[in-house]
């Protein structure tokens, strides 16, 4: 089993940056990719950007590409995204999930996934 917790959301003015942070508890074995997907309301979970292990494979959604920077600490088991040039569309509640592999960065291919957190951007 694997806990994931999300921390950072809040409300920022556009063009603002935040940092969000998940911090992951369980089996190691469950973390080699971890990931943070949004979800905005009344849509479908979206993917935002996905980090391997090593941090050697990461990969962004084309919409926040040169925007947001996944990160990850396998020491203090944190995964986070650095949120700049922020955009009203960033606004969406923010997961962080693990799988223990790769592959299509949709939400049913992760196996684990936090309880989100808020994100809201003021034009």
């Known amino acids: 089993q694997v806990q994931l917790v999300e921390s950072g959301g809040g409300l920022v003015q556009a063009g603002g940056s935040l940092r969000l942070s998940c911090a992951a508890s369980?089996?190691?074995?469950?973390?080699?990719?971890m990931a943070w997907f949004r979800q905005a309301p009344g849509k479908e979970h979206e993917f935002v950007a996905d980090?391997?292990?090593?941090?050697?494979?990461?990969s962004y959604a084309d919409s926040v590409k040169g925007r947001f920077t996944i990160s990850r600490d396998n020491v203090k088991r944190t995964v986070s995204l650095q949120m700049n040039s922020l955009k009203p569309a960033d606004t969406a509640v923010y997961y962080c999930a693990v799988r223990n592999s790769g592959g299509p960065f949709s939400w049913d291919e992760y196996t684990y996934w936090g309880q989100g957190t808020q994100f809201t951007v003021s034009s």
């Open positions: 369980g089996r190691t074995v469950s973390w080699y990719h």
């Open positions: 980090i391997s292990w090593s941090g050697g494979s990461i």
